[in-house]
């Protein structure tokens, strides 16, 4: 009897038990909306970056269902051969005017963007890229495939930047990448002292605004029209699965730029497009940006209604200014409980722990939307003072 070669993996999994860092996949049985089924349950679901309830949006469905009847189901091919269909352009066109750029290049999910631009720009040992430390993993994946050294800086210390860019001078290109709100935090970016800071040493600012598309700036725009950095930005992320309810990501920004991605990319290169139903809906959403900013304006008052009812009971949000906001448990094990607890009480809010976030630093990430009512609000905030006191969070 041959043995198992990946009998250590049992090991890997007890560990992650023993850590209590193992969680069963939770399962969505109906729509993604504020209140939602999950795993049987009924629950005011806080994890969803549906941040403006698109996801049920009638404009949108609609998009999606005529697409599938006029262009099919799929490309069955990749950009570069024959999957470049005339609604991918013109969801690329629709979003290079809605960013203010001259170009834009969708890609097949956030996360392969990042990787795309780290590794296709830094492709050199001469070059360096600058990363925040608490970007997101996929910048941080992009970056170790780079072929160029990295430089990680603490958590939005300019003067620390400054220092590495001083000593970096010699670089053939430098990349200065950060997220426009952190994912974990709900922190936003000094955005404009990195880019004095670029100029000032003729690097390349790369914004990712995944948490902030749909959320900062007019219409939605993100984190340059947030700080009005219109045109000295040259590279901004964005991705297409939260706020805009769908799929993929993108980056935005010169012609060049569009092209020598499109030659060099190598998840653009080897990746079929997407169906067409999908960029149907994008399209959708951005005309919902455009033409709806009531959505905006009730998503930030209920993130403030909120934030206002968790400080009052005593919670620790950390330094949250965006509608991720996080209660802080500190350990894993207490920041899981809560999440069961809270799970239990009809409140979904996923629990997350270390390596995700630094250690004593454990939390429920909660995520509120423009399509959550105040009653569910109401409602979720009497389950975190219950299950806070029970688990002596709360004085």
Sequence with gaps: MPTDPLSFLAEELDDLKKKNLFRKLKVLETEQKATSTIDGRQVVNLSSNNYLGLTTHPRLREAAIEATRKYGVGSAAVRTIIGTMSIHEELETKLARFKGT?????????????????????????????????????????????????????????????????????????????????????????????????????????????????????????????????????????????????????????????????????????????????????IAAIDVLLTEPELLRRMWDNARYFKEGLARLGFNTGASETPITPVIAGETSKAMRLSDRLFEEGVFAQGIGFPTVAEGRARVRTIVTAAHTRAELDFALDKFAKVGRELELLR
């Design 102 to 282: 001259e170009a834009a290049l969708v890609f097949q999910s956030g996360f392969t963007t990042n990787v795309a631009v780290c590794q296709s720009l830094m492709s050199a040992e001469q070059d360096l890229l600058v990363s925040d430390e608490l970007n997101h993993a996929s910048i941080i994946d992009g970056a170790r495939l780079a072929k160029s050294p990295r430089k990680i800086y603490p958590h939005k210390d300019m003067a620390a930047l400054k220092r590495i860019l001083e000593e970096g001078k010699g670089a053939r290109r430098t990349l200065i990448v950060t997220d426009g709100v952190f994912s974990m935090d709900g922190d936003i970016a000094p955005l404009p002292d990195i880019v004095d800071l670029a100029e000032k040493f003729g690097a390349i600012v790369m914004v990712d605004d995944a948490h902030a598309s749909g959320v900062l700036g007019e219409n939605g725009r993100g984190s340059v029209s947030h700080w009005k950095l219109e045109g000295r930005v040259p590279i901004q992320i964005g991705t297409l699965s939260k706020a805009i309810a769908s799929i993929g990501g993108y980056v935005a920004g010169t012609r060049l730029l569009r092209e020598y991605l499109v030659h060099k990319a190598r998840p653009f290169l080897f990746s079929s497009s997407h169906p067409p139903s999908v960029s149907a809906t994008c």
